[in-house]
């Protein structure tokens, strides 16, 4: 059963936030009635939070007639890591998600720009914590997805009372469900206070990212972002962004700690995610990040992202797998 896809919500991040549910689902090796796909009250990750996921897009180029999905195969690599973590053997490989996913959205006929969320989660309806002896299910939806961010040129940010989760405390670098609820925290009472994002500083107090986003900043012509062992995820779209920013943009790019007085002193802030794309953040804690307006790097980095993703980049079209055609697999 195909079903046609039209432009139907816009995601926005507010508390009140309602999504269509897709018709169909990738639910145990198969494409299901999203309906069929049911858990149980007494499921394991919903009482634990052990359950790992990926977020990937799907952006619709209208030349070609054709969605390309940014980097499956990276995300489904991380998807992968993020499960051995929570000692989860999912018996299947990078290619034979995509091989899921692909099979999904050509069923669905999605034809248009679109939200993937992968999850691996234990199943069982069992009592107990612990992450053995336990047996991981997969599913895969999609849903239709217009702009994350209503504020992607001027966010304000603050700086979360919350503190980020350590590495030996439960591993930012993993998608890990449980995590995520720091992320609410932080989230929540940014919005809630007026801001429209919360930046978090980790363990040993340096910024490490935004709430599901990884954190740059600029000083001096020099782009700054904080190393994977800064309790940060690893993240795709930073990949990429450094990737861009050396190869294409001839920017320099340092990984080192930042530490929160650097960010108020910044010249430009921004923040990457596949959900957000690149976010320029002009404030945080009601300081002017440079001239409080979107800076040059970031001013040039957002268009050529949206460009890369919609497969228009001859220089990264391997990035972007074409769902309908045969041909690149990620
Ligand atoms: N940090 C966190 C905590 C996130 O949840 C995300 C979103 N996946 C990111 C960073 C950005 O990662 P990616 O570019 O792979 O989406």
Redesign the pocket.
Known sequence: MATQWTEKIQLEPTTTQKVELPELAYYRGRVVPYADARIGLLTHALNYGTAVFG?LRGHWNEEEQELFVFRPLD?FR?FLDSARLLRMDLGLSPSDLWAGLRSLLREQGTRTDCYIRALAFYGDETLGVRLHGLTPDVSIVALPFGHFVANDENAHACISSWQRISDNVLP?RG?IAGG?VN?ALAKSDAQLAGFDEALVLNDDGHVC??????LFVVRGGAVVTPPVTQD??E????RSVMQMLRQDLGVEVVERPIDRTEVYLADEVFL????VQIVAVTRVDNRAIGSGRMGDITGRLRPAMAAVVRGRDPKHRDWCAPVFREGATG
Do not use: P, Q
Not at 209 to 214: H, I, K, L
Not at 235 to 238: D, L
């Open positions: 977020g995300h991380r930012a998608k995520y992320s990212e935004g709430s599901v986003e990884n940060i995820l993240g795709i779209t930073r990457t995610g596949t959900g």
